[in-house]
């Protein structure tokens, strides 16, 4: 078997690396796909507002995120809670390390006041000073 310039009935043993870029390429792209999907968080259609401010994709992930969906079913940073007592212990441990920055309320535009307001308070009681919610601009409704 002759191989490269190695002469006649010289072998050459290496490794080919192609198959093992390929392979290494491939999950390089499913994991950045896959980023981009997790970035967006629990699917909540927020409220629509005429002045809600933007805020930069990069300054999102590193804060505490609160979701409730239509269902009544809480989320913190995506992770499904029982009820407001298991969302207190979570968000104790989530928020450690983050004190003074805010907590993003990110609330379904079809549920009742108290349901937000509930949650707003299992976050003061936790001790975060600023809650932030989460609405739609006027302008991005589509």
Do not use: W
């Amino acid at each position: 078997m002759q191989v490269g310039s190695g002469g006649p009935g010289k072998v050459q043993s290496g490794i080919n690396v192609t198959p093992l870029v390929d392979v290494a390429l491939v999950l390089l792209i499913t994991y950045m796909v896959m980023t981009a999907m997790i970035r967006q968080g629990v699917s909540v259609e927020v409220p629509i507002a005429q002045h809600a401010t933007n805020r930069s994709t990069g300054d999102q992930d590193k804060l505490t995120t609160v979701a409730i969906n239509e269902e009544r079913a809480i989320f913190l940073n995506m992770k499904p809670m029982s009820d407001l007592a298991q969302l207190e212990r979570e968000l104790l441990l989530a928020y450690r390390g983050h004190e003074g920055q805010p907590v993003i309320l990110k609330g379904a535009r079809n549920l009742e006041y108290g349901d937000i307001l509930s949650l707003m308070n299992t976050c003061r009681q936790v001790g975060v000073a600023e809650v932030e919610l989460m609405a739609k601009k006027a302008d991005q409704e589509g």
